[in-house]
């Protein structure tokens, strides 16, 4: 921390030291603004977001979307959350009452505490974790267990069936999410979050790292049960899913939290592949890196909202076949071909050395990688016309319904 | 000797979620409760590795033994519903189990106690270790082939082993 005060917003304890505070209480006070700041901005990001989504799917949907409360319908969630929360409050049967009290308290948790170590500017972050995606990655596993904890706690079976499917799935696509943030901590050479936005400040690890970029982005749709992977909430098969008994403001809980957790990774992806805060003269105003943040976030935010609108979702053995014959494979494989690329790069003496912003300097090493990259598309492609052509060729005879309802339920 | 500081809060409530946790997994009679709590100890005991400034061990700890087994075992209790209304606290290996717990409580005392308190006398102010490893330190220590490459790769095999014999079994005879 530094001893000067340069203004507010970068140093705040020791400017509270200079207007006349002691420096433990400063520091105190300081650390308390920042957990207190970086636990609420979600949480009221989160109504702007629902109220966005709403918009957004209206207008792909040929509709208004909220237009009453407010100006352009900005207000209909606060009014729709005054609505949650003055809603009975009912427990279930049967219902274990202390887990399914918890359950909607650690689904929020787990989001908001990958929050702690999101580098929101040069000096802005909770806690700059030498391990930083490894924290990430842990803390969203706690996640799976809310919904285990929902799903048993409720004494519904469709509940604990929806919350089975939901489970394999998460647990199932952290397999490609993990593999693929390996790439850019291969070029970073680091797990830090700062380390990884500083790493990008020459080039932004999507252009090296493509492959990886849209795997994460894949694997990230599905682990916060977006888009075509939406089984959380498979009304038209489970009724709704592991939260079916949920009412009030524990389900607005769950409900906030998909929303928080769809940004969050979408901030993530940011962070890793985007640059993170780094942009012009984020260095010289913190704050500004901040906003270069929230605008990359938002870029991709926005394309997973047309997403989810525009595409049906899909059966759940099309999504297991689909994570674990396709993406993981094609994780795995990038994995290995990045490290070796890597190597080559090393021995040739083109690989920039660490910190250096000059975009020039990075322009070689990414040209072999997005090479790499380009050939391992090109791979798959030509592998999946293959398949396609073959299975076209088979004459495949038409499974009997019966068969189609077997699969299904496998 | 033992000063109230920030720490040694930590340590007292890690050591209470820990110990606690421990004695619900044995007390309670459903077996998802018993998992429940499992999940607190093994919180505790990845604040342990925090406080002993090993994050990387800290966070392997939650995502491995919280995220990926603790909810295998979950998911193992309640597909078998049978096991979820189980009334008695003990089974017929009560007293094997007993033994175990004993010798292994013992051993691992012996192993605490010793350095501190034996032949080599109390150092009470004996460094844990001389640096802090960074997890490129583990790393690196785990692919040198002056460290621990032959563990290392003797595990991950043992690992695809364990991993092809459960596609086996867990395979449709009938393809």
Redesign the interface.
Known sequence: MQATCVDVIETLAPCLTAGGLDPGIAQFLSILIGVALVGLFPLVLVILLIWLERKIAARVQDRWGPNRVGPFGLFQNLADAVKLIIKEDITPAGA?RL?YNLAPIVAVLSTILIWAAVPFSPVHIGAD???GL??F???S??G??SV??AG?ASNNKYA?LGS?RV?AQL?SY?IPLVLALLVPVLLTGS?GMQDLVRAQQGMWFIVPGFVSAVIFYISNLAETGRAPFDMIEAESELVAGYNIEYSGMKFGLFMANEFMHAFTANLLFSVIFLGGWSGPLANQVPVLGFVWLMVKTFIVYIPSLILRATIPRVRIDQMMSFNWKFLVPIAIVNVIMIAFLLQIIKAIGWLPEPGNTNFFAHVPMAIILLVGNLALIAAVVTMLRNAGRRERQAEPVPASDDERAIVAVH | MLELNVQTIAFLIFAILSLGGALGVVTSRNLIHGALYLIVSLFGGAGFFVLLSAPFIAVVQVLVYIGAIAILIIFAVMLTRSMTGMRELFNRQWWLSAIVGILLFLLLAIAVILPVWGANGSKPNLPVADQVATTQDLGVALVDGNQYVLPFEVASLLLTGAMIGAIVIARDTED
């Open positions: 274990d887990i974790l030498g391990i490894l924290y990655v842990a803390v596993s706690i799976t267990l285990m904890m048993w604990l089975f489970v647990v952290e797990m």
